[in-house]
């Protein structure tokens, strides 16, 4: 039973701001989920999104409909939520604060029943998976400066064992086509992606999609704006690199309705905003039914990195050979303290490679004492009833017994 859920919204200044095609941050921000059982077990989640808005979703409005509740049921949990605010919470930050529960349950599940989130979304097909680097973001300096720090950066993670590379193009469209041909020609031999964060119109898009093309780019990442789902197949139909898309997309449904509309190659939900790891496996049987694959987007603190390990773990790669192209997890290499030094037990990555936990649950447990230097602020809800009441008159009841 359900005894209580907290939140910790976490934030960390960065002495260096860093930049894609839409702004800069000069801060890293985090919304961690607890939820405890009546045993003490724990469950950890995170959600993506507005830390703020998120955090008071799950405080308000969440977390009292869930006191009480059994943690084995969680996807009865995720179908509860996710009626209770059927009317106005379809999409948006809302479905990132069920992400994070539905997260922090997939974890208290696999600890009360002794077996690792892969074995619950399905068991491995791999015991270890090959990581991208994702960083070379840009940063306050010309252009010519920028360059040549973007192919140092790159460098670093070839030296340290990547294989695979994402860089991020939208600045403008000469930069874009300079750094997408010195990054191929700087290494010739790495699989490199290009992301950004919908930057470009559709005639700038095929533009630069015939430049990724050219120099053998593996995807082309958010090349559109999600307001425009139906340009996605005009700019298939025009260009030879893979479209990749999802990060802003959530749940079955909305994946569904994107992909169908065609051009998409590659579905990116990420795991702590897409309605959690349950809905990303119903997500990712969606995608395959059209022939597409799934490769989760990951951002954030190493819950929805080993989430997002779990889940490529438990990936067949359709439509599946003997020799099979193998699934990539992204790792964020950019400064974040919150992922890199607040774990007590964290994922074992090496020379690119991260190593699939086999402890119950997601396998990574934060600090609290290192979590607490980053917390801005914490919320808690507690169950208080003596019986959990019975779920038909749970809305009502929990609005007495929360305190
Ligand atoms: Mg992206």
């Not at 409909?65 to 943690?71: E, N, Q, V």
């Not at 964290?346 to 600090?367: Q, T, W």
Request: include cysteine; charge should be negative; aromatic fraction near 8%.
């Amino acid at each position: 039973m359900i005894q209580a859920i907290k939140t910790y919204r976490l934030q960390h200044k960065l002495e260096e701001s860093f930049g894609f095609s839409q702004w800069h941050y000069d801060k890293r921000n985090a919304l961690i989920v607890e939820i405890i059982d009546e045993s003490g077990a724990c469950g950890w989640g995170e959600c993506y999104g507005p830390a703020t808005v998120t955090q008071n979703a799950i405080d308000t409005f969440y977390a009292p409909l869930l006191m009480g509740w059994d943690p084995l049921r969680n996807e009865a949990a995720w179908n509860h939520c996710w009626r209770s605010s059927l009317d106005f919470a379809m999409k948006g930050p809302m479905m990132g604060a069920i992400s994070g529960i539905d997260m922090a349950l997939l974890d208290l599940k696999g600890k009360l029943l002794g077996v690792s989130a892969s074995e619950l979304m399905g068991g491995r097909v791999r015991d270890r998976v090959e990581c991208y680097a994702t960083g070379m973001y840009f940063r306050q300096q010309s252009e010519q400066q920028l360059l040549e720090t973007i192919l140092s950066e790159a460098a670093d993670y070839v030296g340290q064992g990547y294989k695979a590379l994402k860089i991020k193009v939208g600045k403008n469209m000469a930069f874009d086509k300079k750094l997408i041909e010195a990054m191929r020609r700087t290494f010739p031999d790495s699989r490199l992606m290009a992301d950004s964060n919908h930057a470009y119109d559709l005639p700038e898009a095929i533009e630069i999609g015939h430049q990724l093309a050219r120099y053998d780019y593996k995807w082309f990442e958010e090349p559109l704006s999600p307001s425009h789902p139906a340009l996605f197949r005009q700019l298939a139909d025009k260009v030879d690199v893979p479209i990749a898309t999802g990060e802003c997309e959530q749940t079955r449904f909305g994946f569904q309705e994107l992909l169908s509309k065609g051009g998409v190659q590659i579905a990116q939900p990420d795991l702590a905003y897409c309605g959690g790891p349950t809905e990303a496996v119903k997500i990712r049987t969606v995608a395959a039914s059209m022939g597409i694959n799934t490769v989760a987007h990951c951002w954030g603190t190493q819950l929805n990195l080993a989430s997002a390990l779990h889940f490529l773990a438990t990936t067949y790669v359709e439509p599946g050979r003997a020799e099979i192209t193998e699934p990539l997890l992204e790792r964020d290499l950019t400064c974040n303290p919150m992922r890199d030094e607040m774990y007590a037990v964290g994922l074992e990555i090496e020379s690119g490679f991260a190593k699939v936990p086999v402890a119950p649950g997601l396998g990574v447990e934060p600090d609290r004492a290192s979590m607490e230097q980053f917390c801005v602020q914490k919320t808690e809800k507690h169950h208080v009833g003596k019986n959990a009441p019975h779920a038909d008159q749970r809305r009502k009841a929990d609005r007495e017994e929360v305190v």
